[in-house]
């Protein structure tokens, strides 16, 4: 994939996009007819799309890719870590906020950034030599 093809919003809206479709085929293929409530199934979306946000950046900037030298044990703990965060952050905020009568957007949004944010937090501390120049 040639970065310079798109801007970096370019390729966000992409993965972003590919990955909400991955989720809520998932969601609507195999979590609904398990029994996973409507309420629920924006976690999968969050942790799915929490590894395109960390990884576009990393990518595309010219300053952050002596990461990808690392060992592809490293990066597939990484990647687990992010993954593991958004999930474990989205559902901590999303079980109490259900019943709270707020709007499915607000309760969505709210699950989202607590799920990104230890998703990064995560990757952040993981990988502190990679931010250490900002």
Do not use: C
């Amino acid at each position: 994939m040639d970065k310079e093809r798109l801007p970096r919003w370019g390729w966000l809206l992409i993965g972003l996009f590919g990955m909400a479709i991955v989720a809520n085929t998932l969601n609507i293929a195999v979590l609904g007819p398990a029994g996973l409530p409507d309420e629920y199934q924006v976690i999968t979306v969050i942790t799915s799309m929490a590894p395109v946000l960390i990884y576009i950046g990393i990518w595309y900037d010219e300053d952050r890719q002596e990461y990808w030298e690392q060992t592809r044990e490293h990066i597939a703990g990484d990647l687990v870590f992010v993954v593991t965060g958004a999930a474990i952050g989205s559902a901590i905020v999303l079980v109490p906020i259900v019943d709270l009568g707020l709007p499915r957007i607000v309760q969505d949004i709210i699950a989202m950034a607590a799920g990104f944010m230890l998703s990064w937090g995560l990757f952040w501390w993981r990988n502190t030599e990679v931010y250490s120049g900002l």
